[in-house]
């Protein structure tokens, strides 16, 4: 089997040093190159290809977050890793863009082995390197034009608090992607797993969150994108917001969280493939397309996901939605509301297109034991859930 070949950049030779005693067991399964400068890293990359870059985020002339960023440009199919002591502010927003993982310094061997071992694995088996080179060239996803100024407003106020950021992030897919990607992460001080907005929200704190959307990193949209690519965006998103309030009612508590993140990232893949395209040409799309350049978007998506290492049960309903699902009788699971969920907004004035409402499947869904006894009307909560998106859309 190839190696995998690892890129590791510090400009303090001894940190290098530290790294290379510490990574020593891999050297029969990974190559490593150890560089003290961005200049040399991407003279490097421009050479030979590589799977993975570590970088430090302080460094002299070229640092972290500006070799990462055009890492992502010339590179997108190098997985993007920061390894830094540095956490604040202003550090956080330049890194929350650029890295796909980050890590505190110091960070001990069996950390980085483990990140560098997830990032290494391709999720798609037929399409796995162009899968990895379109999700690794997405920094964050686009929010559509009309929601960039409300949302901007909302979240950089002066007197914002956890509920009502938790609120607006909510019906933004690219926000909640960014949120839960940073959240996740130890070097911003997550000690568990979380999938709530607001649990996101309590992990990052609002002044970096406040920073982070004020600083137009997250928040913002193309002036590339035709009006016919807006309404195709508007479409995918009032159907992800509409699942994601549906499937609240039908997971279980404990699997809400999930359900929700996975329902509003259920079109991952097509949003990020907006960012694919080159600033100089026109952004073009069409909801009936199911690949990017040949490559399914769910494959684009999951990858872009795992990229970030989103929570499992996240990634994996993300990744089963079209799947016919025969859940166990002791309960539905992430996978499966979601599946009920997007099910019953196809039929409301929410549905994405496509040829088939799958009738008898989501007959014997609704007939599972976890939604059976209960006396709701599940198709007129999906109308429901469809008109709350479309109120937040336009505003009210």
């Not at 034009?145 to 914002?160: I, K, N, Q, S």
């Not at 991952?268 to 493939?273: E, K, L, N, P, S």
């Not at 009788?329 to 992430?334: A, T």
């Amino acid at each position: 089997m190839t190696k995998a070949r690892i890129l590791f950049v510090d400009d303090e030779p001894r940190i290098l040093d530290g790294l290379r005693r510490s990574l020593r067991g891999k050297r029969g399964e990974w190559d490593m190159t150890f560089v003290t400068s961005g200049a040399e890293a991407l003279d490097l990359l421009a050479e030979s290809p590589h799977d993975v870059v570590v970088s430090d985020m302080r460094m002299p002339g070229m640092d972290g977050a500006e070799l990462l960023t055009h890492v992502s440009v010339r590179h997108p199919e190098v997985a993007r890793v920061v390894l830094s002591g540095h956490t604040e502010q202003e550090a956080a927003i330049k890194v929350a863009v650029a890295g796909h993982r980050f890590l505190t310094k110091p960070s001990d061997a069996e950390n980085v082995i483990a990140v560098i071992e997830q990032l290494t694995y391709r999720t798609s088996s037929t399409h796995g390197a162009e899968a990895r080179r379109i999700a690794g060239a997405v920094r964050a996803l686009p929010t559509l034009p009309a929601h960039v100024d409300r949302l901007t407003a909302v979240l950089g106020a002066a007197d914002l608090d956890i509920s009502d950021a938790a609120q607006a992030a909510f019906h933004d897919v690219g926000l909640t992607a960014k949120l839960l990607q940073l959240s996740n992460s130890a070097f911003f001080g997550a000690r568990a797993r979380v999938a709530s907005v607001e649990s996101c929200l309590s992990a990052l704190g609002l002044p970096t969150f406040q920073a982070l959307v004020n600083a137009g990193q997250v928040l913002w949209s193309s002036t590339q994108w035709g009006p016919d690519v807006e309404r195709d965006l508007g479409i995918m998103w009032r159907h992800a917001v509409a699942t994601a309030h549906l499937v609240g009612f039908i997971a279980s508590p404990a699997n809400r969280p999930f359900a929700q993140a996975a329902a509003l990232l259920q079109h991952v893949g097509r949003f990020g493939c907006l960012t694919a395209v080159g600033s100089d040409s026109e952004v073009t799309m069409s909801l009936a397309a199911t690949d990017f350049q040949g490559v399914p978007y769910l494959d684009i998506g999951v990858e872009l996901l795992h990229l970030w290492d989103l929570p499992y049960p996240i990634v994996a309903a993300v990744a089963e939605r079209d799947l016919r699902h025969r859940p166990p009788s002791s309960g539905l699971g992430v996978s499966a509301a979601v599946r009920v969920a997007h099910l019953l907004i196809q039929q409301t004035d929410a549905r994405y297109p496509d040829n088939d409402t799958h009738d008898d499947e989501l007959a014997e869904l609704l007939a599972h034991p976890q939604l059976e006894p209960y006396p709701t009307d599940w198709r007129s909560a999906a109308q429901e859930a469809s008109a709350k998106a479309e109120q937040w859309s336009i505003g009210e």
